[in-house]
């Protein structure tokens, strides 16, 4: 398709124009201020927070699932994988689907999804069946992640769209602020809260969006779906997280070698695959780029490390410190704070003097955050032992995501921007899910460990380590191959689907650390037509 041309939009949600499925794309007309234009936004930051909130404050509650439920410390990283590996898998089928059968359709299905998937995580009598339900959250995310803000950018009038991004954006950013709290008040209640409250939400969203939302789908959207590369990289990541899971209670056992060869395969047949497809998840020309291709290990790198430390923090300081899930949910509570206030900045100074120094000085300045966090023992104070770490190690992050996104976006044709933001949010989260399989193992945390604190605290220090190895991986990387300046906005101007409206970049970055921001065009916008070479 050509990326430039706008979303159609129905006038009522209860009887769609027929335009959405063959005839000329129209303007879409929401604007901000008005009452329509409110209901959206409140519905998309709501369905968002929703998935996003869900991937982060579980973290909290390990320790008590893990005793409630007697579960050895792999069925405590099941818990976080299976949700991840159902969603980085899945989330470029979803922003797919989202174009071809409807925006709207697509997020209510997975908000339903989600609200079921949440109920039987809330209800589950034993680790194996909330294991299999956060698979099924997963699910729910991937389908209505890549719709909130695809929903918006389709939705509102072109000289109000950037407004309602850096709403949705801004609004998302105190939600995850937000977050910590109310995880760690709930776990204190009952870990099983953490999960059914995220059915009265569902409800909420369905009520608005079924009545407020307008339904929009892309009228070029590819005629055929890649279900082959969207199997492989399921049965790809899942094979290589239960062996490296594995591996932590029997790394020499005969079924951890073949799930590991299983998954290897399959990766290897998914890059075939994508190579051959005439409308591949993953098109291989986003590759060729150099600085695409850099951008995207420095996101694999910087996120496999993110992914370990928001999983073992949370633990040490609750097994190992002493603290409460609610201290400990919000001790990284000013990692978020400062990203609010200076992702827009960081993002700026990256259009000034271009994203090498910012994507090498910030992967330092985290690793030496984590060295700091490193130090946490039995009875750290939080102001002398957890705060100095949590402060260095967010101005890295703040200094990072902003230019890192940025770069993915600019170092992609115009017509590309929205599948490729998807695959870096994809890379991101496929780089947590394997390195909290591993990690962890080699750091020799495993069995009941995170029931000693005089074990587990012994494996959080190396597997910091570890993390900070991986950040300073990734500085290198971004110094050696990070080269050409970002010579664009991060979202281009009318031509790449935003009307006559060029969107800032300071605005169109959200502070995440559980993923990159999606591409407000979706997952799939920039999707080629099958004829494309």
């Given at each position: 398709?050509?990326?430039g041309?706008?979303?159609?939009?129905?006038?009522e949600p209860?009887?769609?124009d027929?335009?959405?499925?063959?005839?000329?794309?129209?303007?879409?007309?929401?604007r901000?201020?008005?009452?329509?234009?409110?209901w959206?936004?409140?519905?998309?930051?709501?369905?968002?927070s929703?998935?996003?909130?869900?991937?982060?404050?579980?973290?909290?509650?390990?320790?008590?699932?893990?005793?409630?439920?007697?579960?050895g410390?792999?069925g405590?990283?099941w818990?976080?994988?299976?949700y991840?590996?159902?969603l980085a898998?899945?989330?470029?089928l979803?922003?797919s689907?989202?174009?071809?059968?409807?925006?709207?359709r697509?997020?209510?299905?997975g908000?339903?999804?989600?609200a079921?998937?949440s109920?039987?995580c809330?209800?589950?009598?034993n680790?194996e069946?909330?294991?299999?339900?956060?698979?099924l959250?997963?699910v729910?995310?991937?389908?209505l992640?890549?719709?909130?803000?695809?929903?918006?950018?389709a939705?509102f009038a072109?000289?109000?769209?950037a407004?309602a991004?850096?709403?949705?954006?801004?609004l998302?950013?105190v939600?995850g602020a937000?977050?910590p709290?109310?995880?760690?008040w709930?776990v204190?209640?009952?870990w099983?809260?953490?999960?059914?409250v995220?059915l009265?939400?569902?409800?909420?969203i369905?009520?608005?969006?079924?009545?407020?939302v307008?339904e929009?789908?892309?009228?070029?959207?590819?005629p055929?779906?890649?279900?082959?590369?969207?199997?492989?990289?399921?049965?790809g990541?899942g094979?290589l997280?239960?062996?490296l899971?594995?591996a932590?209670?029997?790394?020499?056992?005969?079924?951890?070698?073949?799930?590991?060869?299983?998954?290897?395969?399959?990766?290897?047949?998914?890059t075939?695959v994508?190579?051959?497809?005439?409308?591949?998840l993953?098109?291989?020309?986003l590759f060729?780029?150099?600085?695409?291709?850099?951008?995207?290990?420095?996101?694999?790198?910087?996120?496999?490390a993110?992914?370990?430390?928001f999983?073992?923090?949370v633990?040490?300081?609750?097994?190992?410190s002493g603290?409460?899930?609610?201290?400990?949910?919000?001790?990284?509570?000013?990692?978020?704070?400062?990203?609010?206030?200076?992702?827009?900045?960081?993002g700026?100074?990256?259009?000034?003097?271009g994203?090498r120094l910012?994507?090498?000085?910030?992967?330092?300045l985290?690793?030496?955050?984590l060295?700091l966090l490193?130090?946490?023992?039995?009875?750290?104070?939080?102001?002398?032992?957890?705060?100095?770490?949590a402060?260095?190690?967010g101005?890295?992050?703040?200094?990072?995501v902003?230019?890192?996104t940025?770069?993915?976006?600019?170092s992609?044709?115009?017509?590309?921007?929205?599948v490729?933001?998807g695959?870096?949010?994809?890379?991101?989260?496929?780089?947590?899910?394997?390195a909290?399989?591993?990690?962890?193992?080699?750091?020799g945390?495993?069995?009941d460990?995170y029931?000693?604190?005089?074990?587990?605290g012994?494996?959080?220090?190396?597997?910091?380590?570890?993390?900070?190895?991986?950040?300073?991986a990734?500085?290198?990387?971004?110094?050696?191959?990070?080269?050409?300046?970002l010579?664009?906005?991060?979202?281009?101007a009318?031509?790449?689907?935003?009307?006559?409206?060029?969107?800032?970049?300071?605005?169109?970055l959200?502070?995440?650390v559980?993923?990159?921001?999606?591409?407000?065009?979706g997952?799939?916008?920039?999707?080629?037509?099958?004829?494309?070479?």
């Amino acid at each position: 398709m050509h990326a430039g041309r706008p979303a159609v939009v129905a006038e009522e949600p209860a009887a769609p124009d027929p335009a959405l499925l063959s005839g000329p794309a129209q303007t879409a007309g929401l604007r901000m201020g008005t009452p329509r234009g409110r209901w959206v936004l409140f519905t998309t930051v709501l369905g968002s927070s929703l998935a996003m909130l869900d991937a982060t404050v579980v973290n909290v509650a390990l320790e008590r699932i893990g005793a409630d439920l007697g579960a050895g410390f792999s069925g405590l990283q099941w818990t976080v994988n299976a949700y991840t590996l159902t969603l980085a898998s899945l989330i470029l089928l979803g922003g797919s689907l989202s174009d071809r059968l409807g925006r709207r359709r697509v997020f209510l299905v997975g908000v339903v999804w989600f609200a079921a998937a949440s109920l039987l995580c809330g209800l589950a009598p034993n680790i194996e069946t909330l294991v299999v339900a956060r698979a099924l959250q997963g699910v729910g995310g991937a389908l209505l992640t890549p719709g909130s803000l695809a929903i918006i950018s389709a939705s509102f009038a072109g000289e109000d769209r950037a407004a309602a991004v850096g709403a949705w954006s801004g609004l998302g950013g105190v939600a995850g602020a937000i977050g910590p709290f109310l995880g760690g008040w709930l776990v204190e209640w009952s870990w099983r809260a953490v999960f059914l409250v995220n059915l009265p939400v569902a409800v909420l969203i369905l009520a608005v969006a079924a009545r407020h939302v307008p339904e929009t789908r892309d009228p070029d959207a590819a005629p055929g779906l890649d279900w082959t590369g969207t199997v492989l990289v399921v049965a790809g990541l899942g094979g290589l997280t239960y062996a490296l899971t594995a591996a932590g209670e029997d790394g020499r056992s005969i079924q951890v070698v073949l799930w590991g060869a299983v998954g290897v395969v399959a990766l290897v047949a998914f890059t075939v695959v994508q190579r051959r497809s005439r409308h591949p998840l993953v098109p291989p020309v986003l590759f060729r780029n150099a600085q695409f291709s850099a951008a995207n290990a420095v996101t694999l790198l910087v996120y496999a490390a993110l992914g370990v430390v928001f999983v073992l923090l949370v633990l040490q300081l609750q097994v190992v410190s002493g603290y409460s899930p609610l201290l400990a949910g919000t001790a990284l509570l000013p990692v978020t704070a400062l990203m609010l206030l200076f992702s827009a900045r960081a993002g700026a100074l990256a259009q000034r003097i271009g994203p090498r120094l910012p994507m090498t000085v910030g992967p330092l300045l985290a690793a030496a955050g984590l060295l700091l966090l490193s130090r946490t023992g039995p009875g750290a104070s939080y102001v002398a032992d957890v705060l100095p770490g949590a402060l260095v190690f967010g101005a890295g992050l703040t200094l990072l995501v902003a230019p890192l996104t940025a770069t993915v976006l600019a170092s992609a044709e115009d017509r590309f921007a929205g599948v490729a933001s998807g695959v870096n949010n994809a890379v991101a989260r496929a780089a947590g899910l394997l390195a909290v399989a591993v990690v962890p193992v080699a750091a020799g945390i495993g069995g009941d460990d995170y029931t000693d604190p005089d074990a587990f605290g012994s494996g959080f220090r190396t597997a910091m380590l570890i993390c900070a190895g991986l950040l300073l991986a990734g500085a290198v990387v971004a110094a050696a191959a990070v080269r050409r300046p970002l010579d664009r906005a991060a979202v281009p101007a009318g031509d790449a689907g935003w009307g006559e409206a060029r969107l800032p970049l300071e605005e169109c970055l959200h502070c995440g650390v559980d993923g990159p921001q999606l591409h407000p065009r979706g997952t799939t916008a920039g999707r080629p037509r099958d004829d494309t070479p």
